[in-house]
């Protein structure tokens, strides 16, 4: 079965400590994304990537970095220097990165619920 | 900048139509999408306007005036599974594959 996959479901970190997000995917898709999703909010975009080797900062990268080395793997790395770290994050691939293309069709993820105290 | 408005909660009961909209502001943008999220879980892709007009999808239906600034997503035949969150969401341009969300709107289907 084909999808998206992200580890793990739920995770807890102390503050002051970097943690990496999992996000694999087996759609052969080129686009991949990271989202926040804080309670009884929308889906902001941290980072995305529409191309192995290639990112671009979304609307609130400050304290996030990511790596794309392999077109199946996304993952994400939340800093000490993210100020509130606690939210859902919700990883999502698309077949296309490019905006004609069909990037409006997004695939998420199951998410990791990450609680920082 | 980039902003959409949609209503925070809808109630409908089971069998009724119900309608939730979508406004924005943005300078440019290819299409509007829908995405469904019940609770805890992972948002999943239900339509795309990338021309005025109506979009139909079995019971839900999607519609989109550029002149207007203005969507909507329309359910049909309301079921209690249709309780969830639905968020509208703009594709830019000179971004890429860039989607700006709404908030979201919560629906509640009561019996």
């Known amino acids: 079965d084909g999808g998206i996959t992200q580890s793990p479901k739920y995770l807890f970190r102390k503050e002051g400590q970097n943690v990496t997000l999992s996000c694999e995917q087996n759609l052969n898709h080129d686009a991949m994304y990271w989202y926040r999703q804080d309670p009884g909010q929308g889906l902001r975009l941290i980072y995305y990537s529409q191309i192995v080797n290639d990112f671009q900062k979304g609307d609130i990268a400050e304290g996030y970095s990511v790596s794309r080395e392999k077109k199946e793997s996304f993952p994400l790395t939340v800093t000490s220097a993210q100020k509130n770290p606690t939210a859902f994050y919700l990883c999502?691939?698309?077949?296309?990165?490019?905006?004609?293309?069909?990037?409006?069709?997004?695939?998420f993820g199951p998410g990791t619920r990450l609680t920082v105290t | 900048g980039q902003s959409l408005e949609q209503p925070s909660e809808v109630t409908a009961v089971e069998g009724a139509i119900v309608q939730i909209n979508c406004t924005y502001q943005t300078s440019g943008f290819y299409g509007l999408s829908w995405y469904q999220q019940h609770d805890g879980g992972a948002p999943t892709f239900l339509s795309y306007?990338?021309?005025?007009g109506l979009e139909e999808t079995g019971r839900f239906s999607s519609f989109l005036s550029r002149s207007d600034s203005y969507g909507y997503l329309l359910l049909q035949e309301l079921q209690m599974k249709d309780s969830a969150s639905y968020f509208c969401a703009v594709l830019i341009y000179n971004q890429g594959g860039k989607l700006i969300f709404g908030q979201g709107t919560e629906l509640s289907v009561k019996p």
């Open positions: 999502a691939s698309s077949p296309s990165g490019l905006a004609g293309g069909r990037s409006y069709e997004q695939y």
């Open positions: 306007n990338a021309l005025d």
